[in-house]
C-alpha cells in the first residue's frame, strides 16, 4: 500500500478563493509530481519536483504554483480559483533511481463555484 | 492526445471472459507501464516493461511490448467484476524523467 496521502479528499469554494492542495510521502521518495484530470479523462503533468528546492513546469498549463521545502511535502495552492479550475489533482511520487512505478494518492477533487 | 493513445476507449465484457486492451504512442521509450484507476480514487501500478522487453507476466496480467510498431497491449485473463475500471497506458520518453499517460480504457466486466 502506497504512503502518499492528500488532503482534502474533496473541496468545495467559491471564486477568487485562495486554496492549497497537501501532498505527503513517507517513503523518502525524491521525485513528486501533481497530475490534473477531468472525470473520465487523461492525465496532465502540471509540476514536478526532483528534489528539495527543486521545481517544474509540467506538459499542460496551470495557475497553480508548488513548492518543494521538505522532501515528504509538496503542496500545490491557487491564489485565485476560478470555475476552469475544477477537475482533480493528483499526486505521485517516484524513487530517484530512474522512470520506474510512481504511487499514487487518491486524489483531490476540486470544485469551484 | 499527448503521447499515448489507447484502443478501445471503452471495453464490456462477461466476467470470466479476457479483456484486451492496445497503446500506441510516438516517441522512442525508455519503458512503458500500466496502471488502474477505479472510479474517483487515486492511480495503481499494474505492470513496467522495458523498451528491450517484449512480453512480462503478472499473475492474471500479460503485457506486451512491440516497439518497431511503438504499441503495446495489456492482457487480463479470466476477468472479474472487481477488474472493472479504468486502464491506463504510461510512457517514459528516452532522455525525459516524465510519465505520460494515454486517454484510458474504460473496462466493465459484468457478472
Known amino acids: 500500500e502506497a504512503d502518499i496521502y492528500q488532503t482534502p479528499r474533496y473541496l468545495v469554494i467559491g471564486t477568487g478563493k485562495k486554496i492549497t492542495l497537501e501532498c505527503s510521502q513517507t517513503?523518502?521518495?525524491?521525485?513528486m509530481y501533481w497530475y490534473q484530470q477531468d472525470p473520465g479523462m487523461e492525465l496532465h503533468l502540471i509540476h514536478y519536483s526532483y528534489g528539495v528546492n527543486s521545481t517544474e513546469k509540467g506538459d499542460l498549463s496551470s495557475e497553480s504554483t508548488v513548492s518543494r521545502i521538505r522532501t515528504e511535502h509538496f503542496p500545490l495552492t491557487l491564489e485565485s480559483a476560478r470555475p476552469s479550475h475544477t477537475s482533480q489533482y493528483l499526486c505521485a511520487s517516484g524513487a530517484s533511481q530512474n522512470t520506474g512505478e510512481l504511487f499514487f494518492g487518491e486524489g483531490s477533487r476540486l470544485t469551484v463555484l | 492526445s499527448q503521447q499515448g493513445e489507447e484502443d478501445p476507449q471503452a471495453l464490456s465484457i462477461q466476467e470470466g471472459e479476457n479483456a484486451t486492451m492496445n497503446c500506441s504512442y510516438k516517441?522512442?521509450?525508455?519503458?512503458l507501464q500500466w496502471y488502474r484507476q477505479n472510479s474517483g480514487r487515486g492511480l495503481v501500478h499494474l505492470i513496467l516493461?522495458?523498451?528491450?522487453?517484449r512480453e512480462k507476466h503478472s499473475g492474471r496480467l500479460r503485457v506486451t511490448l512491440d516497439t518497431s510498431k511503438k504499441s503495446s497491449s495489456l492482457l487480463i485473463t479470466a476477468s472479474r467484476a472487481a477488474d472493472t475500471a479504468s486502464y491506463f497506458c504510461a510512457t517514459v520518453i528516452q532522455g525525459a524523467q516524465k510519465l505520460v499517460f494515454g486517454q484510458g480504457t474504460r473496462l466493465t466486466i459484468n457478472p
Open positions: 517513503m523518502g521518495h525524491d521525485k
Open positions: 516517441t522512442s521509450i525508455n519503458n
Open positions: 516493461i522495458r523498451s528491450n522487453e
